[in-house]
């Protein structure tokens, strides 16, 4: 090791102690680079290796560039002066302890994220080729709001529990949105319409691939991290993140959850503002689920969608705009239901705006609503195909043989398969029953179900080790099973088995039928059908009853068996 040459007094007296021993820690002796680091100092005003930023580095290479030394060693004497920075950053930085827009380093102008302040997450971009990539100018940035919004997002990517080669598919694509944002004039990222965002695909043609790829998810994340994260809620966002709020759990289906209600398709701003006001009052105030709360903005955003095409504003309304859009949905193809919910949700939505004093055309739903009658759907799995799926069925993944065992033992709805919790089977006595949350009717049931789909139940829970109360069929992460994924893994067996049923392979809902047919013809009345299925009427459990040619053919023999002297009018003269 070389020794130490003397450094002038003069020189000494210049820098500080405590950089001095910051020196000595990453030039371990070597007197070439102590000397050069000690002699950069003594110009500066800098006290200790905290104080030093991206300015300071710009300097030093400025002042490297001047020397008439090879550029090898003018990178090594830069990676040299990364080190005193990083490697003496205080342990307060390097225990977890999370990224906050509030920390010293994200109050910069400038951010260089090599000089992150966490040792392990500033050495890993050390491996960075082009340094100047880890920089983020923010003083270039117009809006205020975009740089704010640009910290949290930056805090949020740096927070990840990833290596460097993947953290870079999230800020590579975001530094290109940002400056999308800024060229643009778009001040917030929650704002941006889908014009914005297709606008943005094609602004990324000459970014690279990796970019390219990522460029959806990363609007989706800043999009997603700003609407949870700011500390109040953006109501004018294009979407909404339901994890920001706390929902009782009669308004959630596990099984299919709803994760975000979008408004981004609506163009005309103060248009959109009506419906989000709407939104804000349906899920803060009215005690619908989600999932109703989702269909409710999807009918009224098909009605402002066709108002952006006649660029009018609700307020601006006519009547012969509300017939200009029934004229549009009388040429769908709807069903005369389905044509009725769309002017009820638009008529009700206008009634909000007038309670909120906001001053609309007054219209009467009933000079348009249609009648009409409900048409029966055979929808009942045919035996044969039953009989198949049965026959194939310990092939299939043990989760779903017993999910399906179970819908078709109780024509239970799909969501309610999949949110059956540990403990929901018992016996008492001679008697089998299961306890079910109904997510769609919002309440409990207990219904009675055969022996042999207990046992099963019992041993699937104990092979599994299924806690009392946890969900009997999970996801990865320990929640409800996803109805959707259920019926892809189902269709995906049946397809490589050559199960086969009409147009379709599966769809669990059909099993409904099936039980409501089965024990309807065997007798069970009509309400008894209509409590075990859970309807709320009768009217809608007559929907699940199929077609039943035996029962018909039953009813005839018994009918005219007890009426063996009937004869049609006009019979005694044909025998004349």
């Known amino acids: ?18 950089l001095k021993e910051e020196i000595s820690l990453v030039t371990t002796g070597e007197a070439k680079y102590y000397n050069r680091l000690y002699k950069f100092f003594q110009y500066t005003d800098i006290q200790c290796t905290a104080d030093i ?18 550029e090898k060693y003018k990178a090594e004497l830069l990676s040299l002066f990364d080190r005193l920075k990083i490697e003496n950053m205080p342990d307060v930085y390097s225990q977890g ?6 920390q010293e380093f994200f109050k910069q102008d ?9 040792k392990k997450k500033a050495q890993s971009f050390r491996q960075v080729v082009d340094k100047n990539d880890l920089l983020w100018d923010l003083t270039r940035i117009h809006s205020s709001q975009l740089v704010r919004q640009t910290k949290i997002l930056l805090c949020e990517i740096l927070n990840m529990d990833k290596v460097q080669r993947h953290r870079r598919y999230f800020l590579e694509p975001l530094k290109a949105l940002i400056r999308f944002c800024d060229k643009y004039g778009i001040d917030d990222i929650e704002e941006m319409e889908q014009a ?18 990522q460029a959806s998810k990363i609007v989706e994340f800043a999009r997603r991290t700003l609407f949870l994260t700011d500390s ?20 959630i289906n596990a099984s299919s959850p709803v994760k975000s209600l979008s408004f981004i398709n ?3 701003k103060e248009n959109r503002w009506y419906l989000q006001l709407y939104a804000k009052y349906l899920v803060g105030i009215s005690d619908l689920s989600l999932s109703n709360i989702r269909n409710t903005i999807s009918f009224i955003s098909q009605f402002l969608k066709y108002l952006d095409g006649q660029s009018k504003k609700v307020t601006e309304l006519e009547i012969q705009d509300i017939e200009g859009y029934v004229s549009v949905l009388d040429k769908s193809d709807i069903k005369y239901s389905t044509f009725n919910r769309y002017i009820t949700h638009m008529h009700t939505f206008l009634q909000f705006l007038k309670m909120k004093n906001i001053e609309v055309l007054k219209f009467y739903p009933e000079r348009f609503l249609k009648k009409g009658f409900s048409e029966h759907n055979e929808r009942s799995v045919p035996e044969k195909t039953i009989a198949h799926l049965i026959k194939e069925l310990p092939a299939f993944p043990e989760h779903l043989q017993l999910m399906y065992l179970i819908l078709f033992c109780t024509g239970i709805r799909k969501s309610e398969v999949c949110t059956i919790k540990s403990g929901a089977f018992y016996s008492q006595g001679n008697e089998n029953w299961m306890r079910i949350y109904q997510s769609k009717m919002r309440r409990e049931k207990v219904i009675p179900v055969p022996s042999l789909l207990v046992g099963l139940v019992n041993d699937y829970e104990k092979k599994y080790g299924i806690k009392n109360g946890e969900y009997l069929f999970k996801n990865k992460k320990g929640g409800a099973f996803n109805g959707q994924t259920f019926s892809n893994q189902m269709i995906r067996e049946c397809k490589i088995r050559g199960i086969a049923c009409g147009d379709y392979i599966f769809r669990a809902h059909d099993y409904r039928h099936n039980l409501a047919t089965s024990m309807y013809g065997n007798g069970v009345s009509i309400q008894g059908v209509r409590d075990y299925l859970g309807h709320s009427s009768e009217n809608m459990t007559k929907q699940y009853i199929d077609f039943m040619p035996e029962r018909i053919v039953s009813a005839e023999d018994k009918y005219f068996s007890k009426n063996q002297s009937f004869k049609l009018k006009g019979a005694e003269d044909d025998e004349r």
């Open 1 to 18: 090791m070389a020794v130490l040459k003397i450094v002038p007094k003069l020189y000494q007296e210049k820098i500080s102690e405590k």
């Open 53 to 70: 930023n991206y300015e300071t580095r710009k300097m030093y290479m400025d002042s490297l560039e001047k020397e008439d030394i090879s």
């Open 97 to 102: 302890k999370p990224f906050s827009v509030e």
């Open 110 to 118: 400038k951010l260089f994220l090599l000089y992150v302040p966490n």
């Open 196 to 213: 914005d965002e297709n606008r943005f695909y094609l602004y990324l043609n000459k970014e690279s691939e990796i970019i390219k790829k």
């Open 232 to 251: 109040e809620t953006n109501w004018r966002a294009c979407i909404w993140y339901m994890d920001r709020f706390q929902f009782d759990k009669s308004r």
């Open 266 to 268: 609506i163009y005309e």
